[in-house]
């Protein structure tokens, strides 16, 4: 006797890969900083970048996720991960970029702005290139022949562009902001948001995430693997959530809270 039945599946189709285009040369020296990532189009309609850092660390994230800065702080072997997720179906794919930083220890200029110029504090380089990242975005531009120790610009428009010299020595490439991204309105910096806690943590069934000082509106609290892979995603009530973890997987998680489409707090949290 042979029964047979009829089952029903829905394939979603996955997101479509979208290559990052923006990137170092894929060699990189210990302690080089706000190195810029980019995608080569921004998220489509319904669709969540994200990114993720082996062996390096992602600094700040844009507006809408199309361009990061990365802080490569220790020699080995790093993979800089876009992933890119459908928000409706969860459905996910992801792009690597592979970075070899070196043992060789980079330096740190100073960049100072005086009398109508940006200076380089550090004389002792092989070459400068100067330019600006967007605000907002963190799109960024090279400014064409600004290629001196100090960079003459009258009225700097330090509002909407982060002014930076890249200088290189013994073949370290260095990037030096003069206002580092986090003090602008609009920037993602995980290391200048508002408070948040996590508890408990380890956590086997449950956690509860509470962001202080968030002050009113909704706040949207989004729970992701390593691999940026989106686990949960869950609508805070007065800055407060309680989230099930029972059946994720044991690991490392990220949560990443959001208002209006811009992340105001992070931390991270481990499943047993």
Known sequence: CTNTED?????????????????PSGYACDNTMYQNFGASLPP??????????????????GANGQYCIVNFNT????????????????????NAFPVSVS??????????????MFICKDADVDDYQWGYDDAISFDSTAIIGANDQNYAIANPDT????????????????????????STTGIVNVNDQMDVKVYPNPAAEFINVEIEHAGTGNVNIS?????????????????KAKIDVAGMPAGCYMIDCYRDGIKIATAKFIKN
């Open 7 to 23: 089952v029903t599946v829905t394939v979603n189709p996955s997101p479509i890969m979208t290559d990052i285009t923006i990137h």
């Open 75 to 94: 020699p080995g072997d790093a993979v800089v991960y876009l992933v890119i997720n459908n928000d409706t179906t969860g459905c996910g794919i992801d």
């Open 223 to 239: 729970v992701t693997n390593m691999l940026g892979q989106r686990v949960n995603n869950t609508l805070a009530l007065d800055n």
């Open 44 to 61: 489509a309609p319904g669709m969540h970048y994200n990114w993720v850092a082996e062996n390096g660390y992602v600094w700040a994230i």
């Open 103 to 116: 043992s060789a220890g980079n330096i740190n200029p100073e960049v100072i702005y005086f009398t109508g």
């Open 159 to 182: 509002v909407n562009k982060l002014y930076w010299v890249i200088t290189n020595r013994g073949g370290c490439t260095q990037k030096t902001y003069y206002r580092v991204p986090g």
